[in-house]
């Protein structure tokens, strides 16, 4: 059985369907990237996979258990703007995302030196070492989605929820981020659903990418119909059947 099973989806908020049959089975360490118009209902469907909601109808299952009534530890994630621990220092966030617990308390003597050995080696890789006993509050919100992402996969959930985590980065920034996602997820073998609107990243990062769109369409009634996966591309090695023909302009090329 594979590792989470999303059977015969259906979200509805009010009379409006959000999402409609969606059905998607995913291998434990797959990463996969999720693209679609905005308002599709793509977080939607990741809080529906955080366990925060529960789907009107259908139910998504996780290593074969009953469906989750809550999020739990197994389960990181990382919004498009994520609000860090503003009382902790930046390094004491790293610590607080490898433990979810409190500060050092859990810590003492060489496990305490052990674990800010850790953060500050997370720290150098996400380049955040020079300021590791500021505040939050002093860094940019560029740096400060660093750490929110930092945090997160130091906590090294089974599986990671990204909602267009790099979005708000530089170009140079988003690429020695790739870099620490890819590594991490290597270590760890952690399954990662990751919303992008770059189609560029989903086909480099994602072992497959999915799309999310209205497979009907009522020009008298827009809301009628909510959206599916439409498709589910192939994306290993590269995504062959990407092409980026110019800036801006994406062409799926079947393969
Ligand atoms: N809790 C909610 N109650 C009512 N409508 C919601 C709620 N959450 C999302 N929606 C609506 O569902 C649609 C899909 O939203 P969302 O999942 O955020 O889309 P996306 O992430 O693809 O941009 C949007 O029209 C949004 O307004
Ligand atoms: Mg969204």
């Not at 258990?65 to 902790?88: C, I, L, N, T």
């Amino acid at each position: 059985m594979s590792f989470v099973v999303a059977r015969d989806i259906f979200q509805s908020y009010g009379t409006r369907p959000i999402l409609q049959r969606v059905n998607v089975t995913v291998e434990e360490g797959e990463f996969i990237s999720i693209v679609g118009a905005s308002g599709c209902g793509k977080s939607t469907f990741l809080r529906l996979l955080l366990a925060q909601e529960r789907p009107t109808r259908g139910e998504i299952r996780v290593a074969g258990a009953e469906p989750a009534e809550e999020p739990g530890r197994d389960r990181g994630v990382v919004f498009q703007r994520y609000s860090v621990f503003p009382h902790m220092t930046v390094r004491d966030n790293i610590v607080a995302g490898e433990s979810f617990r409190t500060r050092w308390g859990m810590f003492s003597g060489a496990a305490k030196r052990a674990a800010r050995d850790r953060a500050d080696e997370t720290l150098r890789r996400i380049g955040l070492d020079h300021v590791a006993d500021q505040y939050p509050a002093t860094l940019s919100g560029g740096m400060q989605q660093r750490l929110a992402i930092g945090q997160a996969l130091t906590a090294k959930p089974r599986i990671l929820l990204l909602d267009e985590p790099f979005g708000a980065l530089d170009p140079g920034t988003r690429l020695s981020m790739h870099d620490f996602l890819q590594d991490l997820r290597e270590e760890t073998g952690m399954t990662v659903f990751m919303v992008t609107h770059d189609l560029e990243e989903g086909f480099k990062l994602g072992d497959r990418v999915l799309v999310f769109d209205k497979p009907r369409w009522d020009p008298h009634d827009p809301n009628a119909y909510g959206a599916t996966i439409t498709y589910d591309f192939d994306a290993r090695d590269g995504g062959i059947p990407f092409q980026r023909i110019k800036e801006d302009t994406h062409v799926f090329r079947p393969a």
